[in-house]
């Protein structure tokens, strides 16, 4: 094998800077923003008509373009685009990277910014900046420094990690459709198909409703053990999925000296405070703290009906207050929603039903896990060249 050589990025690539200019032949534009972009996940493009777009919906694509925001935090806000359609506009908060592809892959120069050293930097950089909003400009990406092999080993490693993103993404997709699918059912069976002769009661006697606690941080006997520890942002960041891990543990010693307590896998749990009614489901046990609540069943094992009920309540009482968001959920906002529950048997039918939809999205998120588990690890051994391909 060939020797890897050195290059600044900015021998490899240009800063596109093509906008809109007066020709251009659009009345609408799909727009993309620095925030709706992370870790090359597009959550979807804002329609605008072009006269009443931003200021800064202005910057043209073509094709295999690498975005990536210069607007700190970068918090891993970066993608590439694949054949955009002719009236996609993102903002100017993105730089966009041309790649001289009778050179370099320009995947194989996406998946080299991607790298945790290199987005840490950047942010670093971003973050040490002298303007009114800490940022970083093009150049500071140019002037980086990396090693390149050949060309069609850059394809190989290429195509092994967007492999590895691919399956990550179908798995991802596959469970946005169960959670719709199970979502769907439950509308069906106890929202549209409702009979009168259901009992009403509260939101709060529908479920148990358990509250977290926090191990005191100054004592670091608490910290740092194998009992997975839910924040705000764990929840957050796992909003209608499985959770399998939190940033935080804690220890028993930790868990014993606190109101920190333990649910079992399948419980739910939603953030009270902050970002609030963001919901999650447990992979495995966890502990949370007190900015949540823990979600349990009042009727045994039925904590995939629980969930369901959790999520469709959240979006009424969301709905009912004109779509703004709460400051906090409290344990009155569960007594003063009022909802009709069918007899016991049909709750468990349903059960049976929705169970094997989530057990399949519990798979596949163990299976996400493992997946980005792998790429993480190959990604800066193949991208350094300690791992060669041929």
């Known amino acids: 094998?060939?020797?890897?050589?050195?290059?600044?990025?900015?021998?490899?690539?240009?800063?596109?800077?093509?906008?809109?200019?007066?020709?251009?032949?659009?009345?609408?534009?799909?727009?993309?923003?620095?925030?709706?972009?992370?870790?090359?996940?597009?959550?979807?493009f804002q329609i605008f008509n072009l006269a009443d777009a931003p200021s800064r919906a202005k910057r043209l694509l073509t094709n295999n373009d690498i975005i990536y925001s210069t607007v700190r935090p970068i918090q891993r806000?970066?993608?590439?685009?694949k054949n955009p359609n002719p009236n996609i506009v993102v903002s100017t908060g993105f730089a966009v990277l041309s790649c001289d592809v009778h050179v370099t892959d320009p995947y194989f120069i996406y998946y080299f910014l991607t790298q945790d050293d290199v987005v840490n930097y950047l942010d670093s950089v971003a973050e040490g900046s002298t303007s009114a909003y800490p940022s970083l400009t093009p150049d500071v990406i140019t002037d980086i420094d990396i090693l390149l092999p050949e060309l069609p080993e850059q394809r190989t490693i290429a195509s092994i990690l967007s492999s590895l993103d691919d399956k990550i993404d179908l798995l991802h997709r596959q469970n946005k459709t169960l959670e719709a699918l199970a979502e769907t059912l439950f509308r069906q069976w106890f929202i549209e198909e409702a009979e009168e002769s259901w009992e009403e009661c509260s939101l709060f006697d529908a479920m148990e409703i358990v509250g977290g606690g926090t191990p005191k941080t100054e004592i670091i006997e608490y910290w740092n053990g194998e009992i997975n520890w839910m924040s705000g942002k764990d929840i957050s960041s796992n909003h209608k999925q499985f959770i399998l891990s939190t940033e935080k543990k804690i220890t028993e010693e930790g868990l014993k000296n606190s109101s920190a307590k333990v649910l079992p896998k399948y419980a739910s749990v939603v953030s009270a405070r902050g970002t609030v009614g963001k919901i999650c489901l447990l992979s495995i046990p966890m502990a949370f703290s007190q900015t949540n609540y823990g979600i349990l069943p009042?009727?045994?094992?039925?904590?995939?009906?629980?969930?369901?009920?959790?999520?469709?309540?959240?979006?009424?009482?969301?709905?009912?207050?004109?779509?703004?968001?709460?400051?906090?959920?409290?344990?009155?906002?569960?007594?003063?929603?009022?909802?009709?529950?069918?007899?016991?048997?049909?709750?468990?039918?349903?059960?049976?039903?929705?169970?094997p939809l989530f057990h399949k999205m519990n798979s596949n998120t163990n299976q996400i896990h493992t997946l980005t588990q792998l790429q993480d690890t190959l990604l800066p051994k193949l991208m350094s060249g300690e791992v060669r391909v041929k």
């Open 1 to 44: 094998m060939t020797e890897w050589k050195e290059y600044k990025l900015g021998d490899l690539l240009q800063v596109n800077q093509k906008s809109i200019a007066k020709d251009f032949p659009f009345t609408k534009i799909e727009y993309l923003d620095t925030g709706s972009i992370t870790l090359g996940k597009i959550d979807g």
């Open 77 to 81: 806000h970066y993608g590439i685009i």
């Open 298 to 355: 009042r009727i045994k094992e039925s904590f995939f009906f629980t969930y369901l009920l959790l999520s469709y309540s959240i979006e009424e009482l969301q709905s009912a207050s004109y779509g703004s968001v709460f400051d906090t959920i409290t344990t009155n906002t569960f007594k003063e929603h009022k909802i009709s529950i069918p007899k016991e048997t049909e709750i468990i039918e349903f059960e049976e039903k929705v169970s």
